[in-house]
Structures are given as C-alpha cells and as structure tokens.
C-alpha cells in the first residue's frame, strides 16, 4: 500500500450523493477526497427523465460526468478504488484501499447493488430498456406496454400492483411455487388483472427490442421490457463493522442529519432507507455535507 494521504472529509463512493457532498464540502473549502469503485447504480441508467433540470432526459453516465467536473471546482481529490477496510485511529478514521487515508469525518454513499436474473444478455438490456431497475424512475416511459416483474411472488406484487397504473399488461413471472403465494394477495392481484406464471427464472432472454422467458409448464412469453423484484445487497458492512447501526435489511440507520450512531460518521443515498432518487441523493448529500462541516468546524 502506498504512503497515506490526509484530509477533513472522506467519501466512500462517487455516485450522485457522494459527489454531490463532494462539491459542498469543497465550497465549504474542506479537503475532500473522493474514492470511486466506479460502480455507481446510476452508470446503469440509460436515460433519465425525472432528474431534476434535464427535461429532454440525461444518462447516468453523462450525468456522472458533470458531478464529477463540478466537484472538481473546489478542494476536492477524486481517486479510483475500493475501500476494502475502515477502523478508528483516536479522533480520525483510517481508509484502507490500495493507498491508506486519513479523515476527520467518513460519508458513505456506497449504494446497492441490484440482484438481476441470470442471463447473459443484462447489461444489454438495461441499455436498451428491456430490463429495467427502477418503476419510480421510468414506468412513465412503458405506458402500455407488455410489463413482467420477476421475482418470488410475495416480492413482486407491491412493484406488480404499482406498475398497474401505467400499464394493464402486467404480469409476474414468480421465481418460487405460485401454491406458496398469500391468499389474499393472489385476490388482490386477481382483482388488479396481474396475471401470475411461474417462470425458469434463468431463462430470460433479449428477444430483439424485448425480452422472453420461458416458463415451467413449457410455454414462453415476450414482454416490451422485465423489472426484477429479487432484492439487492446493501454496502453498508464496512459500516456496521465498525459499529454503525443497521436495520434488517442492512441500510444504515441515520438521524434527520445523516448522522449514525458515530461520531463523525455518516451516510447518505441508496445505502440508508428512502427511496432510491437521484433528487433523495441531493438532498441527503446537502444535509450531511453541512453537518459534516459544522461538525468539524468544532474542532478546527
């Protein structure tokens, strides 16, 4: 590991949140370094239309792009890698990656990474909108559409139900037994017109524009694009193994200031429990960016 480097804030993660605390802290005039595993779930937009101030829509790389050049602007070090390991040195934290960092206070905006189905074709279809990640961000763009949520079937009703709005061609494709659903949510659905199959669930396929799936009594169907309800993995155990508090899904639990139970220690975006937007990510990053400035301000 190379020799360390100093700084008054460092943040875990170079997606929306944490560049955009980036850019606070830095007009805050703080030292900031920025470590990016490059793995921000918005990389996967393709286009967005519901971020704020891009009406004709903008990618989530392209969006990446300019947060990073603005964070730029201030006192800010934006570097490649991955934090393998965090602990308490006295008053500071001490980042492990393949270089060592000192701060005086740690954000995490580490996000979540989405369990897909199993199929060659995913990051393909993300790319041309025939799986997609998030119903709150772009079910507008399916009004219509044939739609499949795909997951165990408990799982995929809230999503299936909501897509309801958008589309009356929805249909979940259960990854488990249909004979182990709820009663009244198989009523519920029933009474939505979501029609339920039990599907291979490595079977899905691109299929031009589309997707296809096969399902276990033999038949296949195609849809105009597939959203997964299969859960995702937090990054928050660097955080929990230093004694930061989590709920049972593995979000961070933070204050109304995005502070967790440690001093100096905070989190902001997908990886505390709120709805994953882009616009929640700014908002997070503003309030903990302060906080994280007045906080050091008391021992400057």
């Not at 559409?145 to 299936?160: E, H, L, M, S």
């Not at 975006?269 to 908002?283: C, K, P, R, S, T």
Request: glycine share 10%; aromatic share 4%.
């Amino acid at each position: 590991m190379s020799q360390g480097r100093a700084c008054d804030c460092l943040i875990i993660g170079g997606g929306p949140a944490g560049l955009a605390a980036a850019t606070y802290l830095g007009r805050f005039r703080r030292r900031v370094i920025v470590v990016d595993a490059r793995e921000s779930r918005a990389r996967c937009i393709p286009v967005s239309h519901n971020c704020p101030g891009f009406p004709d829509g903008i990618s989530g790389v392209d969006l990446l792009e300019r947060l990073r050049q603005q964070a730029l602007t201030g006192t800010v070090d934006l570097m490649d890698g991955t934090v393998t390991a965090l602990r308490r040195d006295g008053p500071d934290f001490v980042a492990t990656a393949s270089f060592a960092v000192r701060a005086r206070a740690v954000l995490f905006a580490t996000g979540i990474v989405d369990t897909l189905p199993n199929t060659p074709n995913a990051a393909s279809m993300i790319a041309i909108g025939s799986m997609r990640l998030c119903p709150v961000c772009d079910a507008y763009e399916v009004i219509d559409k044939r739609v499949a949520v795909i997951g165990p079937a408990d799982q995929a009703t809230k999503k299936a139900l909501f897509m309801q709005t958008y589309s009356s061609d929805v249909t979940i494709l259960a990854t488990d037994a249909i004979s182990g659903l709820d009663p009244a949510t198989g009523e519920l659905l029933k009474a939505a017109g979501v029609r339920v199959e039990e599907c291979l669930p490595d079977s899905v396929r691109a299929a031009g524009p589309g997707a296809r799936v096969s399902l276990r009594d033999g038949r296949s169907l195609s849809f105009d694009t597939i959203y997964p309800a299969m859960g995702c993995t937090i990054r928050s155990k660097l955080a929990i193994d230093l004694g930061a508090e989590c709920d049972g899904a593995g979000n961070l639990v933070v204050d109304s200031h995005q502070r967790t139970g440690i001093a100096g220690l905070y989190a902001a975006g997908d990886v505390v429990d709120e709805i994953n937007q882009i616009a929640v990510a700014f908002g997070h990053a503003a309030i903990a960016a302060t906080d994280m400035h007045n906080y050091l301000a008391t021992t400057d």
